[in-house]
């Protein structure tokens, strides 16, 4: 759906964000406590993320480990 599109939205954020910041220098850098939150977010979503990954690959693998083909089996 957004072939081609990822990379150049992805700058344009990010280029946004500079843009933001640069104009607004005197806001606030998070502090200790919200980095170590946000942090725990992403560990948690990273955990999420795999546990879904794996029992979709279960459940679409009918075969062996390092078998090509099922019927060898």
Same mark, same amino acid.
């Given at each position: 759906?957004?072939?081609?599109?990822?990379?150049?939205?992805?700058? #344009?954020?990010?280029?946004? +964000?500079?843009?933001? =910041?640069?104009? @607004?220098?005197?806001?606030?850098?998070?502090?200790?406590?919200?980095?170590?939150?946000?942090?725990?977010? #992403?560990?948690?979503?990273? +955990?999420?993320?795999? =546990?879904?990954? @794996?029992?979709?690959?279960?459940?679409?693998?009918?075969?062996?480990?390092?078998?090509?083909?099922?019927?060898?089996?």
């Amino acid at each position: 759906m957004f072939k081609g599109y990822k990379t150049v939205a992805f700058n #344009v954020l990010m280029s946004l +964000v500079t843009i933001i =910041t640069m104009f @607004n220098p005197g806001s606030e850098l998070p502090d200790a406590e919200t980095v170590q939150g946000g942090i725990n977010a #992403v560990e948690a979503a990273v +955990v999420a993320v795999w =546990t879904v990954g @794996n029992l979709i690959l279960r459940a679409v693998t009918d075969s062996p480990i390092f078998k090509k083909d099922s019927t060898n089996a």
